[in-house]
């Protein structure tokens, strides 16, 4: 089960490289990737190029691609190489990557020789990109952190694998009828992925339900699990190439198969469904994406999927150490796992029962080796998001976890009991077990002891941490959290979503912004440049005629693109108040509609995402925002002064195109519930100015952009926790505000819904009755804060002089400084790039 054929890395490794990154060599690169995007369509597609479909071309164009990136992977990995350094493991249920072939053209500096390749045979690269399909194997920002954590730790040079399942179906696609959502089956794979190796050979058995055995070995009690059931979980590897093709990590997805294809004894008997009942059964395991963001789904099948790919992945990581280093002892010396969010917890008693129950390691020892190895990201403070599993499930699927879970627990309580003796409140609040309510793991508490590092995703976020759920293990383990503000890869969410903007900033500080975006604060001097302002806005109105047409192609909308793009783009949830957005939208449409000759700046409301299918609050939302859209966009009296589109499903593709045309980014959240997001730095990066409340990294997007250049309003989180404490009341909120009553009461009396007049009742009556996330109290601060906007976007020069500022001093949030402080502080790695 070796990763690589030995003999074919030994064969490359004697071959030279081929020199990538260099687009000086442009005309010759062009021409020898032009015959190798042949030879693919011909002798790997099967196709000539007067009968290729652009999909060909793609999969010709990233076959071609990817053996340039194979050369390197192979070398890297080769058994001669030097001593292998240490690894880190990063074990996600989600990772978003989108579509790949721009991600590695970019970084292998062959964007330019592709284009030219193409235009030769005819063939126009953006097209080519766009028949990718968008790989959507996560939910939102969790899952898109895990796709710029591979892109960056292969750019600085830290030795990778990520973990996580091939789903088979992605997140679902959504459509709108009538303004609902509508969920349907997405299907990355049907036409196969150009950038995978299947693994067949590399396979592991994960087991399921069974029971558990003590025997005696030599006169020591010995635990036996003899599962009831068995999956296969089979390798497909993505290789992940670095900046300027300096290294390649694997993205090694696992894929469950069934040991058995089909049951002959059934299939004899004519029972041919039957004959394959079991297989369709087990193999459902990586069937689909749990499609929720921010609830734990709950059921028996996700449990599974965490079970299988934290199973397979461990399994996978301790044979390579042994094969590397032969001793299990010295697995922290060599390998870091980390655990975005709690998702891959149960990795921390797999690999207990691993070093216990089939290597003999004794109980003491495995625990310093499994806490030297774990490490532990939390992602959410929310209480309905915090996972935990019934205690009868998990002793019917895994009973020898289960034991060592309760041991783990014991061992965990005694030492709580000897730091503060006779303190119950803190055993209850520390245990692994929740006693409230039917007995639960929570799974919180397991990540966070079973790891040495614990770690919130934002300075607030890990403040809240200590503060909240994780109070007094923080008082136990004092020293165990620490923070990791979230970052992007500039590589996507810059250079190749924005290649307008890219040039003009590559102009101004030289192109070794691409290497170290702190550059960017060169561009600070120029702030108040004419020159500059007129450069920057010629490239935004261009991406805003771009973005304007597919609003007309997906809504049949026209917007003006010399409007304010005030965009909201994110998860569709409560927390994040995209309802906040719509009320301000009415209080403004009724404002027009009072004055409808005052001078009234053109504005454009953009929002897209997706909503969990059972959320039904969210789905009403999605319905209110386009029932709003229809009103006002088809409203004579508004002249097209507002416009508001909802455009449909939300991915890092329409991402790309979205971000690079907003000048105003939504970032509205209760403060205290968004841990750190990262759409808000995407948008920073490229111009878009702020609006938002103190929460998540908005608090440190405004201490590097200044006070002067974001719109902050609101309550603070601390204000948030006194007012709840208090007992907030929505009424005195509403009797308070004039503009906000009208405009609940036009939505609560059909307004926007004369079809059916009472479908927001419940909604609002709702908001009024239990305001949880606190909508009515910031109205009248966001209403305020907009009509800043408004001033600003009067006067152009200062609009621009501030949103270079935001350009310039938003490079701290690339996840390359992330991951290098993950390698320094987390992991214990050394990063061997340059850019280190
Ligand atoms: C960045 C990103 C997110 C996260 O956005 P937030 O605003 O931080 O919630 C979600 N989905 C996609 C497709 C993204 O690119």
Same mark, same amino acid.
């Not at 960056?152 to 303004?179: C, E, K, T, W």
């Not at 609830?295 to 990581?317: H, I, K, V, W």
């Not at 929570?442 to 909240?468: C, E, P, W, Y």
């Given at each position: 089960?070796?990763?690589?054929?030995?003999?074919?890395?030994?064969?490359?490794?004697?071959?030279?490289?081929?020199?990538?990154?260099?687009?000086?060599?442009?005309?010759?690169?062009?021409?020898?990737? &032009?015959?190798?995007?042949?030879?693919?369509?011909?002798?790997?597609?099967?196709?000539?190029?007067?009968?290729?479909?652009?999909?060909?071309?793609?999969?010709?164009?990233?076959?071609?691609?990817?053996?340039?990136?194979?050369?390197?992977?192979?070398?890297?990995?080769?058994?001669?190489?030097?001593?292998?350094?240490?690894?880190?493991?990063?074990?996600?249920?989600?990772?978003?990557?989108? &579509?790949?072939?721009?991600?590695?053209?970019?970084?292998?500096?062959?964007?330019?020789?592709?284009?030219?390749?193409?235009?030769?045979?005819?063939?126009?690269?953006?097209?080519?990109?766009?028949?990718?399909?968008?790989?959507?194997?996560?939910?939102?920002?969790?899952?898109?952190?895990?796709?710029?954590?591979?892109?960056?730790?292969?750019?600085?040079?830290?030795?990778?694998?990520?973990?996580?399942?091939?789903?088979?179906?992605?997140?679902?696609?959504?459509?709108?009828?009538?303004?609902?959502?509508?969920?349907?089956?997405?299907?990355?794979?049907?036409?196969?992925?150009?950038?995978?190796?299947?693994?067949?050979?590399?396979?592991?058995?994960?087991?399921?339900?069974?029971?558990?055995?003590?025997?005696?070995?030599?006169?020591?009690?010995?635990?036996?699990?003899?599962?009831?059931?068995?999956?296969?979980?089979?390798?497909?590897?993505?290789?992940?190439?670095?900046?300027?093709?300096?290294?390649?990590?694997?993205?090694?997805?696992?894929?469950? &198969?069934?040991?058995?294809?089909?049951?002959?004894?059934?299939?004899?008997?004519?029972?041919?469904?039957?004959?394959?009942?079991?297989?369709?059964?087990?193999?459902?395991?990586?069937?689909?994406?749990?499609?929720?963001?921010?609830?734990?789904?709950?059921?028996?099948?996700?449990?599974?999927?965490?079970?299988?790919?934290?199973?397979?992945?461990?399994?996978?990581?301790?044979?390579?150490?042994?094969?590397?280093?032969?001793?299990?002892?010295?697995?922290?010396?060599?390998?870091?796992?980390?655990?975005?969010?709690?998702?891959?917890?149960?990795?921390?008693?797999?690999?207990?029962?691993?070093?216990?129950?089939?290597?003999?390691?004794?109980?003491?020892?495995?625990?310093?080796?499994?806490?030297?190895?774990?490490?532990?990201?939390?992602?959410?403070?929310?209480?309905?998001?915090?996972?935990?599993?019934?205690?009868?499930?998990?002793?019917?699927?895994?009973?020898?976890?289960?034991?060592?879970?309760?041991?783990?627990?014991?061992?965990?309580?005694?030492?709580?009991?000897?730091?503060?003796?006779?303190?119950?409140?803190?055993?209850?609040?520390?245990?692994?077990?929740?006693?409230?309510?039917?007995?639960?793991?929570?799974?919180?508490?397991?990540?966070?002891?079973?790891?040495?590092?614990?770690?919130?995703?934002?300075?607030?976020?890990?403040?809240?941490?200590?503060?909240?759920?994780?109070?007094?293990?923080?008082?136990?383990?004092?020293?165990?959290?620490?923070?990791?503000?979230?970052?992007?890869?500039?590589?996507?969410?810059?250079?190749?979503?924005?290649?307008?903007?890219?040039?003009?900033?590559?102009?101004?500080?030289?192109?070794?912004?691409?290497?170290?975006?702190?550059?960017?604060?060169?561009?600070?001097?120029?702030?108040?440049?004419?020159?500059?302002?007129?450069?920057?806005?010629?490239?935004?109105?261009?991406?805003?005629?771009?973005?304007?047409?597919?609003?007309?192609?997906?809504?049949?909308?026209?917007?003006?693109?010399?409007?304010?793009?005030?965009?909201?783009?994110?998860?569709?949830?409560?927390?994040?108040?995209?309802?906040?957005?719509?009320?301000?939208?009415?209080?403004?449409?009724?404002?027009?509609?009072?004055?409808?000759? &005052?001078?009234?700046?053109?504005?454009?409301?953009?929002?897209?995402?997706?909503?969990?299918?059972?959320?039904?609050?969210?789905?009403?939302?999605?319905?209110?925002?386009?029932?709003?859209?229809?009103?006002?966009?088809?409203?004579?009296?508004?002249?097209?002064?507002?416009?508001?589109?909802?455009?449909?499903?939300?991915?890092?593709?329409?991402?790309?195109?979205?971000?690079?045309?907003?000048?105003?980014?939504?970032?509205?959240?209760?403060?205290?519930?968004?841990?750190?997001?990262?759409?808000?730095?995407?948008?920073?990066?490229?111009?878009?100015?702020?609006?938002?409340?103190?929460?998540?990294?908005?608090?440190?997007?405004?201490?590097?952009?200044?006070?002067?250049?974001?719109?902050?309003?609101?309550?603070?989180?601390?204000?948030?926790?006194?007012?709840?404490?208090?007992?907030?009341?929505?009424?005195?909120?509403?009797?308070?505000?004039?503009?906000?009553?009208?405009?609940?009461?036009?939505?609560?009396?059909?307004?926007?819904?004369?079809?059916?007049?009472?479908?927001?009742?419940?909604?609002?009556?709702?908001?009024?009755?239990?305001?949880?996330?606190?909508?009515?109290?910031?109205?009248?601060?966001?209403?305020?804060?907009?009509?800043?906007?408004?001033?600003?976007?009067?006067?152009?020069?200062?609009?621009?002089?501030?949103?270079?500022?935001?350009?310039?001093?938003?490079?701290?949030?690339?996840?390359?400084?992330?991951?290098?402080?993950?390698?320094?502080?987390?992991?214990?790695?050394?990063?061997?790039?340059?850019?280190?």
């Amino acid at each position: 089960m070796n990763d690589t054929p030995t003999a074919l890395a030994a064969d490359v490794a004697r071959r030279p490289v081929r020199k990538a990154g260099s687009e000086a060599s442009g005309t010759t690169d062009a021409t020898k990737l &032009r015959q190798e995007i042949l030879a693919e369509l011909t002798y790997s597609v099967g196709r000539s190029p007067e009968t290729a479909s652009t999909r060909d071309w793609f999969v010709a164009t990233a076959l071609a691609v990817r053996d340039r990136i194979v050369d390197r992977w192979l070398l890297e990995h080769a058994p001669d190489h030097a001593r292998p350094r240490k690894r880190v493991y990063y074990l996600s249920l989600e990772f978003l990557i989108g &579509r790949l072939l721009f991600d590695a053209l970019h970084n292998l500096g062959l964007t330019d020789a592709a284009r030219e390749a193409l235009a030769g045979l005819g063939v126009e690269l953006d097209r080519v990109r766009e028949a990718e399909p968008d790989a959507a194997l996560g939910n939102g920002g969790l899952g898109r952190l895990a796709a710029c954590f591979m892109d960056s730790m292969a750019s600085v040079g830290v030795p990778a694998f990520g973990y996580g399942i091939r789903y088979d179906h992605g997140l679902f696609r959504q459509g709108m009828r009538d303004g609902w959502q509508q969920e349907y089956p997405e299907d990355w794979l049907s036409f196969g992925n150009p950038w995978e190796f299947a693994h067949p050979e590399i396979d592991y058995a994960i087991g399921f339900g069974g029971y558990v055995e003590q025997i005696n070995s030599g006169g020591r009690a010995k635990h036996v699990w003899r599962p009831a059931e068995k999956v296969d979980a089979v390798a497909f590897d993505i290789p992940v190439v670095g900046w300027r093709g300096k290294h390649v990590n694997t993205l090694r997805l696992w894929s469950a &198969r069934a040991p058995d294809p089909l049951s002959l004894a059934a299939f004899n008997r004519g029972d041919y469904v039957g004959a394959l009942a079991d297989r369709v059964r087990v193999e459902s395991i990586s069937k689909v994406l749990y499609p929720s963001d921010e609830t734990p789904a709950g059921q028996e099948l996700r449990l599974r999927q965490e079970y299988f790919f934290a199973s397979a992945s461990l399994q996978d990581l301790v044979r390579r150490h042994l094969e590397e280093h032969g001793d299990l002892g010295s697995l922290p010396d060599h390998v870091a796992i980390q655990l975005n969010d709690t998702h891959p917890a149960i990795a921390i008693p797999e690999l207990m029962r691993i070093l216990i129950d089939l290597h003999d390691v004794p109980w003491a020892e495995a625990w310093l080796i499994t806490v030297g190895t774990f490490s532990y990201t939390n992602h959410t403070l929310l209480p309905e998001a915090l996972e935990s599993w019934p205690l009868p499930l998990m002793e019917r699927l895994l009973p020898r976890h289960m034991q060592i879970i309760y041991m783990i627990n014991a061992l965990e309580l005694e030492t709580a009991r000897g730091k503060r003796p006779g303190d119950d409140g803190l055993l209850s609040s520390v245990s692994l077990i929740d006693e409230n309510g039917g007995r639960r793991v929570r799974m919180g508490v397991l990540a966070f002891i079973g790891s040495h590092k614990v770690n919130g995703v934002s300075a607030l976020h890990t403040d809240l941490m200590k503060q909240t759920v994780f109070r007094d293990l923080h008082a136990l383990h004092p020293d165990r959290i620490v923070n990791k503000t979230n970052g992007i890869t500039f590589r996507r969410w810059l250079a190749q979503a924005n290649p307008r903007l890219t040039k003009i900033l590559i102009e101004a500080v030289g192109p070794e912004l691409l290497d170290d975006p702190e550059r960017l604060e060169l561009l600070l001097p120029m702030a108040d440049d004419a020159g500059l302002h007129d450069a920057l806005l010629n490239a935004r109105r261009e991406n805003k005629v771009a973005l304007a047409k597919i609003i007309a192609e997906r809504n049949d909308v026209w917007v003006d693109p010399d409007a304010l793009f005030d965009v909201q783009i994110k998860r569709i949830h409560e927390y994040k108040r995209q309802l906040l957005n719509i009320l301000e939208t009415v209080a403004v449409y009724n404002a027009i509609r009072a004055q409808p000759m &005052r001078a009234w700046m053109p504005r454009v409301k953009i929002f897209a995402g997706k909503a969990a299918a059972s959320y039904h609050q969210a789905k009403l939302i999605i319905k209110l925002a386009n029932d709003v859209a229809r009103i006002v966009n088809s409203d004579p009296t508004v002249r097209g002064l507002l416009k508001v589109a909802f455009l449909p499903n939300y991915n890092v593709s329409l991402a790309e195109a979205i971000i690079p045309a907003a000048d105003l980014s939504e970032q509205i959240s209760t403060a205290g519930t968004e841990a750190s997001g990262t759409g808000n730095m995407k948008l920073a990066l490229n111009g878009a100015l702020t609006i938002g409340t103190l929460d998540g990294a908005n608090v440190e997007i405004r201490e590097r952009v200044g006070d002067d250049n974001i719109f902050i309003f609101g309550l603070t989180a601390q204000e948030v926790q006194a007012r709840k404490q208090r007992g907030f009341n929505a009424h005195a909120a509403v009797e308070a505000s004039p503009t906000l009553r009208e405009v609940l009461d036009s939505i609560r009396n059909g307004v926007f819904s004369p079809d059916d007049p009472s479908r927001y009742r419940g909604l609002i009556d709702g908001l009024l009755d239990n305001d949880v996330f606190l909508v009515t109290a910031d109205f009248d601060a966001y209403f305020d804060a907009q009509r800043s906007v408004y001033r600003l976007w009067r006067d152009k020069s200062a609009w621009m002089s501030a949103s270079v500022k935001n350009t310039a001093q938003v490079g701290w949030f690339s996840s390359d400084r992330t991951i290098l402080e993950y390698a320094k502080e987390i992991w214990n790695v050394q990063p061997s790039s340059d850019l280190a």
